[in-house]
Every structure is written in C-alpha cells, then in structure tokens.
C-alpha cells in the first residue's frame, strides 16, 4: 500500500529528516584515523536518546538478515557496502566508510546515508563515493510530478553505467513515511517512463549503491554486513526525498 502524504506529513518527516543529517554529520566529523567505528555507534545512541527519537533499526528483524539487528546505524568499510553491523574495528588510513542512518520521530521516518573517505583519501575511492552523491542527484531531478519510477532508477543507471560500474538489483531505494521500508521499490537500473507514476505526496528513500568491482555481494559471519564478492571497495549515498507540486523536496538536508 502506498500512502500519500499531506504537506503537514511531510513537514514533520523534515523535522525528522533535519535530525538525521545533523547525526550524519556529526558522525562523519568524528570518522577518522584511530578511532574505533563502535564510538560512533555509542554516538549515535546517544544522539538518538536525547532526541527522544526511536531507532529503526533497533530490533530490525526481516527476512534477508540474521536478526534482531541490535544497533542504531549501519557502518560499512571498504568492501562492506551495506547493512555494515558496527563491530570494533579501528579505522585507518584511506579506510572508505559508509553510514547509513534512520529513526523515526513522532511517529515520521527519515533515511539517508553518507560515504566518507578516512584520513588520505585514494584518487579511485574518490571518484566512486562521487559517483554515487551525482547519481542521487540526477535521482533527486527525477523526481518529479508525471515522472515515473523507471526514470528516477534510469537517472541513476546512466550515472554510475556511464562511469564503469556494475549495479545490483537486490536492494534499493524505497517507499518511507510511518515506517522505514514501505512500498514502492526503487531500483537503481530502469527504463524511462516504465513503473509507478510519481505523484505530490509521494515520499521516497532514493539511495545510489554500487562497487568498483563485483555486482555481487556476500553475507559477512554477523549474517548482516553485505560485501562485495569481489572485496572491492564499495560507497553509498541517499536522502529521503518528498514529490511535490513545486518539485523534489530533500529532506533530510541539512538546511
């Protein structure tokens, strides 16, 4: 079922929105050589708390993980892209790492996620986290009233097709309102003018995810954190976006 949200609703998922990408930054800030990614996670609890917002993925249990998922936000390094579980793990030097957050305030969700290069940062980690932030923008520009699914997933297809890299189906973008996972699904490989059509009130977690190497992942030892079967690096980047009657509205923006 796909719920249509009201301008009050969506007002509230950017109040949500503006408190997860302060987390993100704050988390991102802290991401550096010797700390231990678990100080983010203890971070993020904290922040959580004080807000008195609630986890999403606290206690997350679906089907393609070993769960109940017993941390507030996902940390992926290197050939970690996904669902990274936080474990203690020093970061180091070059160490590409991905932060995936989302939490629920007064009953409104917001998603989105971030990649960040650790301490001197590799030419070819560069342009891979840039590929995706390009492609969630061409994602976002898509996102228009009369558009449909298939162009927002074509947009991001042509970013990351156009620079060499392959990309999974298995997972992508979603629907997102009361809960973190609602319908529709958003890949990020379609065709023009195929799928839902996009309507005001439609409310979207557009997330461009993708490797160097390998489009096929592996399940770590944790039964959650997905790698890329090749151990090539990995980078994601996704915001929660509202359609409306004047266009995409990011929100979980800083700003």
């Avoid at 007064?106 to 995706?132: F, H, K, M, N």
Wanted: glycine share 12%; net charge negative.
């Amino acid at each position: 079922m796909i719920e249509l949200k009201t301008p009050q609703a969506i007002e509230k998922m950017a109040v949500t929105g503006r408190f997860v990408a302060g987390v993100l930054a704050e988390l991102s800030g802290l991401a550096e050589v010797g700390r231990d990614v678990m100080d983010l996670e203890l971070r993020a609890r904290k922040l959580v708390a004080d807000r008195g917002a609630e986890s999403c993925y606290w206690d997350y249990a679906p089907s393609f993980g070993r769960g109940p998922f017993r941390n507030v936000i996902c940390l992926s390094v290197n050939d970690a892209v996904l669902h990274g579980q936080p474990h203690p793990y020093v970061l180091g030097d070059g160490d590409v790492l991905s932060l995936d957050f989302a939490v629920s305030i007064d009953g409104w969700v917001a998603d989105s996620a971030v990649t960040v290069i650790v301490g001197t940062p590799d030419e070819q980690d560069v342009r891979l986290a840039e590929s995706t932030r390009t492609a969630l923008d061409a994602a976002i520009a898509a996102a228009v009233p009369g558009n449909r699914i298939g162009d927002v997933s074509a947009a991001i297809a042509k970013v990351g097709q156009g620079a060499g890299y392959r990309i999974n189906t298995d997972f992508g973008g979603h629907g997102l309102g009361r809960t973190m996972h609602e319908d529709p699904h958003v890949p990020n490989v379609g065709r023009p003018g195929r799928g839902l059509e996009l309507k005001p009130g439609l409310t979207l977690a557009l997330e461009p995810w993708w490797c160097t190497g390998s489009a096929k992942l592996r399940v770590d030892a944790d039964g959650w954190t997905l790698r890329s079967a090749d151990g090539s690096r990995g980078a994601h980047s996704e915001h929660t976006v509202a359609i409306t009657e004047d266009g995409p509205r990011v929100l979980t923006a800083l700003s």
